[in-house]
T-cell receptor
Framework: RKEVEQDPGPFNVPEGATVAFNCTYS??????FFWYRQDCRKEPKLLMS???SGNEDGRFTAQLNRASQYISLLIRDSKLSDSATYLC???????FGQGTELSVKP | DTAVSQTPKYLVTQMGNDKSIKCEQN?????MYWYKQDSKKFLKIMFS???????INETVPNRFSPKSPDKAHLNLHINSLELGDSAVYFC??????????????FGEGSWLTVV
């Protein structure tokens, strides 16, 4: 089992839709979790950290489920500009998942 | 001002050549990294330096040699380039070594193509 796994997608959704991604991790001792966003042919950029109690930033909500060892990212009211690849990052060594591609269509 | 800058952005070279990619950060961070992103988009850490000291050295061929002359610079030298080395190489930095809540800042990437 890979250390960090994501559904690569692509997820094709209409504008205004709600979409959710999961990311599973294998190391139960993992302590730190993040979501990064990577636009086509660009560098990854931090979207948000994931806290144990869950956290929200505008239309984005991140959750952590330690029992099942996954983190999730929920995007509400999708915009065209949300089209990108979303990478989950786990643990101190900043282990990246392979990313989930999101395409928001008009 | 670019926070993490790496050069060159694009590099096309022949098999067997030796090449270097340079990276500089002006954020005052202690820790720098090299990541490789292959054609399948996997982003894998290669090396990490903290205050010029190597702290992460993943399993990469010894043809890859990082060098950190000071904490603001981390260069990557690659000997005897192979076709499989074609990838995007990202330099990155963070305030401290990877700890909870530590944000990592990436350079724009260096697109290496070996022909």
């Amino acid at each position: 089992r890979k250390e960090v796994e994501q559904d690569p997608g692509p997820f094709n959704v209409p504008e205004g839709a709600t979409v959710a991604f999961n990311c599973t991790y294998s190391n139960s001792a993992s302590q730190s979790f993040f979501w990064y966003r990577q636009d086509c042919r660009k560098e990854p950029k931090l979207l948000m950290s994931v806290y144990s109690s869950g956290n929200e930033d505008g239309r984005f909500t991140a959750q952590l489920n330690r029992a099942s060892q996954y983190i999730s990212l929920l995007i509400r009211d999708s915009k065209l500009s949300d089209s990108a690849t979303y990478l989950c990052v786990v643990n101190r060594e900043l282990i990246f998942g392979q990313g989930t591609e999101l395409s928001v269509k008009p | 001002d670019t926070a993490v800058s790496q050069t060159p952005k694009y590099l096309v070279t022949q098999m067997g050549n030796d090449k270097s990619i340079k990276c500089e950060q002006n954020l005052g961070h202690d820790t720098m990294y090299w990541y490789k992103q292959d054609s399948k988009k996997f982003l894998k850490i290669m090396f990490s330096y903290n205050n010029k000291e190597l702290i992460i050295n993943e399993t990469v061929p010894n043809r890859f040699s990082p060098k950190s002359p000071d904490k603001a610079h981390l260069n990557l030298h690659i000997n005897s380039l192979e076709l499989g080395d074609s990838a995007v190489y990202f330099c990155a930095s963070s305030p401290r070594p990877s700890t909870s809540g530590n944000t990592i800042y990436f350079g724009e990437g260096s697109w290496l193509t070996v022909v």
